[in-house]
């Protein structure tokens, strides 16, 4: 990020973008079906640098499924 921008806005951390797409990229972190995963930690691992995935299946809080586009989580979990 431009680095006047980020002095200018006082931002200790890195804008996250959000990428919406039927592949999975290559990541350093990527939720597990399996657990308990909730979006507020991946979105600070991509704020702090790392490149993070999450799926649908992968997205097991209620909330998060609804914060991250993948529909009514909490009829779905």
């Given at each position: 990020?431009?680095?006047?921008?980020?002095?200018?806005?006082?931002?200790?951390l890195?804008?996250?973008g959000?990428?919406?797409?039927?592949?999975t990229?290559?990541?350093?972190?990527?939720?597990?079906?399996?657990?308990?995963?909730?979006?507020?930690?991946f979105?600070?691992?991509?704020a702090?640098?790392?490149?993070?995935?999450?799926?649908e299946?992968?997205?097991?809080?209620?909330?998060?499924a609804?914060?991250a586009?993948?529909?009514?989580?909490?009829?779905?979990?």
């Amino acid at each position: 990020m431009d680095k006047k921008l980020v002095e200018m806005l006082h931002l200790e951390l890195e804008p996250v973008g959000i990428f919406f797409g039927n592949t999975t990229a290559e990541c350093e972190l990527e939720a597990d079906p399996a657990k308990r995963n909730c979006v507020i930690p991946f979105v600070m691992a991509a704020a702090k640098g790392k490149i993070t995935s999450m799926d649908e299946a992968g997205c097991t809080c209620p909330g998060g499924a609804v914060g991250a586009c993948f529909g009514d989580g909490f009829t779905r979990l």
